[in-house]
Each structure stands twice: as structure tokens, then as C-alpha cells.
């Protein structure tokens, strides 16, 4: 199975022979927009262990949430390796196309894995007690799924279900938190990194209610978080006006981006996202083609023919600056003369 993701700028600007300076990378889904920070890393104490009541704190504020209810794991595919080793069922239902972490998970952690085609088969019929794995919005396509009926099906069923929200920042919908205080197998995961922009710095959420959180606590290392990550967060969360600019404006590029594609003569289909991508099925030329076409372009796309359900006829293109999208158009544009 290949596990690779998208965002390689480094590797494509070596084989294309560029500098990283050059490539304009939508193959990434990290936001395009960064939150304002005033922060001298130099002014940092790293001599002694890090504390992390502030960033505890910051975040269960962020979320609403109680700090008994949230635990922190240096990265959101941290957490996801962390809670398959925490669970205690091995039948696990992945909803896909899916973050490909969940299925190098299981499979690590020797789950039986039954893979469930979203498009088609939604409501397919589960087991009893296993655990159910849903990415909201969804990832490559950006769907996002009104899911409660779906949550009461999966509680009948007594599974532990795992939510990720990693993308929910980028749209208007509603989240699913509300549930943790509902039912007591709910786990819902999130990511600080696409939102703020801020791969490099690792750190991930799990919302639980508080007597899962104090379980997986048991298993979990003291100090798993550096200083440096969590004095860049504490930064960036006082920035509050940074959430509803950078979803604004990257709805509004996301439409300029639809409307680029929409044009496109090479589109078969744009699936509807809430995320900050778009999921482009092709026409009459395969992923890597359209890949090879945009290298003197020095345009980076993300081929989706290594997800689940899906095939060489999609790529996901990313949300980025009106700039980066008009070199787009313009790389296209010229692709069908």
C-alpha cells in the first residue's frame, strides 16, 4: 500500500530543478493564510521540562470543552497511532476515501479492516462493539456529512467511534463535540496544523469524556510536547480575529478555484467540499499526465489514485493565494491550446 501524501516541495523542486522558493505547491492542504504572531524563540526557556496548563487551557477554550476532556499528542497522526494501540476492539470500519494514517494505523495495530465506500454504501450495516472511523469533511473530496443519524446507528451498535474534524475550521458547519457528553465511546480528533498553518509544529487534539481521556493518559509519556511548539500556539491562539478572515477568504478563493476548474476542458467532475480543497475528477488524461503537463509551470497537484475507491482520473487541488491560483489558470489555460 502506498502511504505517500501530498506537500513534498523539497523532492519536487530537486526533480524538477528549481528552487523550493520557485514551486507553488497545491498539493498541501495547510492554509494559505497565517494567523499574526509576535514571538522571539530566543526569548524561550528550553533548560527545564515544559508545563502545559496554559496550552491545555488555550485549547479546551478553543474548543469549549472541559480540560478534563481534551488530551494533547505531538501531532494529529500521533494521535491516531496512540489511540488504535488505546483501543480495545480489532474490527475497524473506515469510512473511505480516507486520511491514509487510519489504515497504516490498523493495519500496525492488526485490525481487521473493512473499508466502507462512502459514495455508494453510507449506510451500510455494521457489527456490533467494533470501531468506526469517519473523517468530517472528508478527505480528499472535502464532503462534509450531517452525521447524526449516523451516530445514533453506530451507538445502537455499542461501537467506539472515532471523529476527525481536522477541516471543520474551514467551513460553516457544525461540529460534533456536542456528543462527547452524550455518549462515553466517542472520540473526536483535531488538528491545529491545517487551520493555522503550521505543519512543523505538532500538536494534536483528542476530545474524550474525561474517563476516556484519564485511560489514555495512563499510556501516554509526560512530556510528548516541546516548548517551542507550545509557546507558538499559545501565540498564534491569541490572534481572534484570524478564524473568521482565513475562513472567508479561503471560501472565496475556494470559488475563484471551482471556477478555474469549471473551465478546465479536461474536468469530468467537482466534488462539493467544505474544506479547503477541491477534488477533481479528469477526463480523457490521467492524474500523473495532468502532473507531468504543470512541471514547467513548476505547479504541484496531490494524485488521489492511492485512496481507497479512488482511481489515476483524480487529483486534489488545494486552496491557496488569488496569485497562485491565476498561475494555475494561466498553466491550464495554456495546457488546452
Not at 508545563?51 to 479546551?60: A, E, P, R, V
Not at 497522526?77 to 488504535?84: D, G, K, R, V
Not at 488538528?191 to 495512563?218: H, M, P, Q
Amino acid at each position: 500500500m502506498n502511504f505517500k501524501h501530498g506537500g513534498d516541495v523539497k523532492g519536487y523542486a530537486s526533480e524538477i530543478n528549481c528552487d523550493i522558493n520557485e514551486v507553488i505547491d497545491l498539493s498541501s492542504n495547510i492554509n494559505f493564510i497565517t494567523p499574526d504572531k509576535n514571538i522571539d524563540f530566543n526569548t524561550i526557556d528550553i533548560s527545564s521540562y515544559p508545563t502545559y496548563d496554559k496550552l491545555y487551557n488555550n485549547i479546551s477554550q478553543l474548543y469549549k470543552i472541559q480540560n478534563t476532556q481534551l488530551e494533547l499528542f505531538n501531532g494529529a497522526s500521533s494521535a491516531i497511532f496512540s489511540l488504535f494501540r488505546f483501543f480495545d476492539t480489532r474490527l475497524c470500519y473506515i469510512y473511505s476515501p480516507a486520511y491514509l494514517e487510519y489504515k497504516k494505523a490498523a493495519q500496525t495495530f492488526d485490525y481487521q479492516i473493512e473499508l466502507v465506500n462512502r459514495f455508494i454504501d453510507l449506510d451500510k450495516d455494521i457489527e456490533k462493539n467494533s470501531l468506526v472511523v469517519f473523517v468530517n469533511p472528508s478527505t480528499p473530496d472535502g464532503s462534509f456529512y450531517d452525521i447524526d443519524a449516523l451516530l445514533s446507528k453506530w451507538m445502537e451498535k455499542n461501537c467506539t467511534i472515532l471523529i476527525d474534524e481536522s477541516f471543520i475550521e474551514f467551513s460553516m458547519q457544525k461540529s460534533c463535540l456536542e456528543y462527547i457528553n452524550k455518549y462515553d465511546k466517542l472520540f473526536v480528533l483535531k488538528s491545529l496544523t491545517k487551520f493555522y498553518s503550521c505543519a512543523g509544529v505538532r500538536i494534536g487534539s483528542v476530545v474524550s469524556s474525561t474517563k476516556n481521556i484519564e485511560a489514555i493518559k495512563k499510556y501516554e509519556p509526560m512530556w510528548k510536547i516541546s516548548e517551542l511548539d507550545m509557546a507558538y500556539v499559545n501565540e498564534v491562539l491569541k490572534d481572534k480575529k484570524f478564524p473568521q478572515i482565513s475562513k472567508a477568504v479561503n471560501i472565496t478563493n475556494k470559488e475563484y478555484l471551482i471556477k478555474i476548474l469549471k473551465e478546465f476542458k479536461y474536468t469530468n467532475h467537482i466534488f462539493d467540499s467544505s474544506a479547503n480543497f477541491v477534488l477533481l475528477q479528469l477526463k480523457t488524461i490521467k492524474a500523473q499526465e495532468l502532473q507531468e503537463l504543470l512541471k514547467p509551470y513548476k505547479i504541484m497537484i496531490r494524485d488521489c489514485s492511492n485512496f481507497d475507491f479512488l482511481d489515476d482520473e483524480f487529483v486534489r487541488i488545494a486552496v491557496k493565494s488569488t496569485k497562485n491560483l491565476e498561475k494555475l489558470k494561466k498553466a491550464l489555460d495554456s495546457i488546452c491550446i
